[in-house]
């Protein structure tokens, strides 16, 4: 059951335009909400995070905005560049999973974004 | 230079064998966690680890086993049970079991033919 939907599945943008990737949950228990970059043959890295709290969050040309009631959230890249081109991950964390006091991360599904020059 | 180290990049193995994929953090961070990347299905949660000697059940644990016998190792074995095993797979840790920033390594990719 996946718990974190995230769409589109790819993504084509030309060079100075806005890409924008949305992801979407269910469980409520969800309290952080990071968003991974991952380079070909490569492991991803933690690029940006929000908490719920907040609606909104911005980091050089990278923003996240958060829907708490829709339970939605999304990925804004503004002037997005070919060194952009990656796959991008969302997820959210659950502390207390499995009866446990750990933090657990759920990822979405990944949107493969190409900028083109 | 910190980070987590991965070996082998590339790995193959015929059906039927057991393959132990290596995991090394020079971080000090406690937790450590295993994952499988399969295309369009994300990232899926294999096993944790908090600290030593002690490790849970991801979401997807069936065919595979752990070990945290030092804090710097977490290696995985996939196991012969494990019905569809070719995949990426990728080690992460952080400093804490809060699971806030998690480090990836540059992954393992296996293939079981």
Redesign the interface.
């Known amino acids: 059951q996946q718990q974190v939907k995230q769409s589109p599945q790819s993504l084509i943008v030309q060079k100075g335009g806005i890409s924008i990737i949305n992801c979407a949950y269910e469980n409520t228990a969800f309290d952080y909400f990071p968003w991974y970059q991952q380079f070909p043959g490569k492991g991803p890295a933690l690029l940006i995070a929000i908490r719920p709290d907040v609606s909104e969050k911005k980091e050089g040309r990278f923003t996240i905005s958060f829907n708490k009631s829709a339970k939605q959230f999304s990925l804004h890249i503004m002037d997005s560049q070919p060194g952009d081109s990656a796959t991008y991950f969302c997820a959210a964390r659950q502390l207390g999973a499995g009866g446990t006091s750990y933090g657990k991360l759920t990822f979405g599904q990944g949107t493969i974004l190409t900028v083109h020059p | 230079d910190g980070g987590?180290t991965q070996s082998p990049k590339y790995l193959f193995r015929k059906e039927g064998q057991n393959v132990t994929l290596s995991c090394e953090q020079n971080l000090n961070h406690d937790?450590m966690y295993w994952?499988r990347q399969d295309p369009?299905?994300?990232?899926?949660?294999i096993y944790?680890s908090?600290i030593v000697n002690d490790f849970?059940k991801?979401d997807i644990a069936e065919g595979y086993s752990v070990s945290r016998e030092k804090k710097e190792s977490f290696p995985l074995t996939v196991t012969s049970a494990q019905k569809n095993p070719t995949a990426f797979y990728?080690c992460?840790s952080s400093i804490s079991?809060?699971?806030?920033?998690?480090?990836?390594?540059?992954?393992t990719r296996l293939t079981v033919t």
């Open positions: 987590i937790a994952y369009g299905q994300g990232l899926r949660l944790y908090q849970q991801g990728l992460a079991n809060l699971a806030y920033e998690q480090y990836f390594g540059p992954g």
